[in-house]
């Protein structure tokens, strides 16, 4: 992965130079605690026309390049936070720790791995999936939620917050997540769980891998719900070998 040298502010380097972990932890790092109490930054991959699945995954866009910045985005932050049916559509593990990075979260006072929070307001969880294994998940729920469900998952060891009456609330979720020390936050999607945030007015950044592809028809925007525009800027972009763009956009101030 390397800067792009057109429509970027990033031309100290020459396009051909890699860049390592260290590197783009460095142009990915996370801004102050703002007063809000959390920066909540998006990770998502979509295609050239904005689609966010093919074939019901997002696996199928991505690239090596893709995910060493997905890694290196989990390094970064104090909180994972994904919608429970994404996460297992997608297959995923538990946020595993970063050993080139492991040092900067030591310096920033960090815990080694950040904590995966799946947001669900069915509890439709299974009660052996190796996310629940560790015992930093946290599963964001909402007060009606099925009760046989929720005393399944307690009884299974599962850590559980109500963050709503009828629904997740996802501002709930990030006063949780800033009462425990958890600010930089890293939201995996999926394209619901987006738009949510932003109609909620809480997403501070958008990464965003463009993958070389045209995909009509094949699948989600990478937003979904209702919501007027947000206005944000951008900050960089990246490039590789593969075509695929990376670009890391900011919210002004608020």
Request: one cysteine or more.
């Amino acid at each position: 992965m390397h800067p792009l040298n057109k429509a970027t502010q990033l031309t100290t380097r020459d396009a051909s130079t890699s860049l390592t972990d260290t590197d783009l932890a460095e142009l990915y790092a996370y801004p102050s605690l703002p007063p809000t109490g959390v920066v909540m930054r998006a990770n998502m991959v979509g295609s050239i026309d904005g689609v966010a699945t093919v074939d019901g995954r997002s696996g199928g866009l991505g690239g090596p390049g893709d995910k060493q910045l997905f890694m290196v985005l989990r390094a970064l932050s104090d909180a994972v936070v994904v919608g429970a049916r994404t996460a297992f559509a997608e297959g995923y593990g538990t946020v595993q720790p970063h050993e080139g990075l492991a040092d900067l979260r030591l310096r920033t006072g960090q815990a080694p791995t950040a904590k995966l929070v799946l947001l669900s307001s069915s509890l439709a969880i299974p009660t052996d999936d190796p996310l629940l294994a560790d015992s930093e998940t946290i599963i964001a729920t909402c007060s009606s939620a099925p009760a046989d469900a929720r005393s399944r998952l307690i009884d299974a060891g599962a850590q559980l917050i109500d963050c709503g009456d009828e629904h997740v609330d996802p501002a709930a979720v990030t006063r949780h997540l800033a009462a425990i020390g958890a600010w930089r936050v890293l939201c995996e999607g999926g394209p619901s769980l987006l738009g949510s945030l932003v109609a909620a007015d809480l997403l501070d950044e958008l990464c965003v891998t463009v993958s070389p592809l045209l995909t009509p028809g094949a699948g989600k925007h990478m937003t979904a719900g209702d919501g007027s525009g947000l206005p944000m800027r951008r900050l960089h972009v990246l490039g590789d070998d593969d075509d695929y763009l990376y670009v890391r956009w900011v919210r002004d101030q608020r």
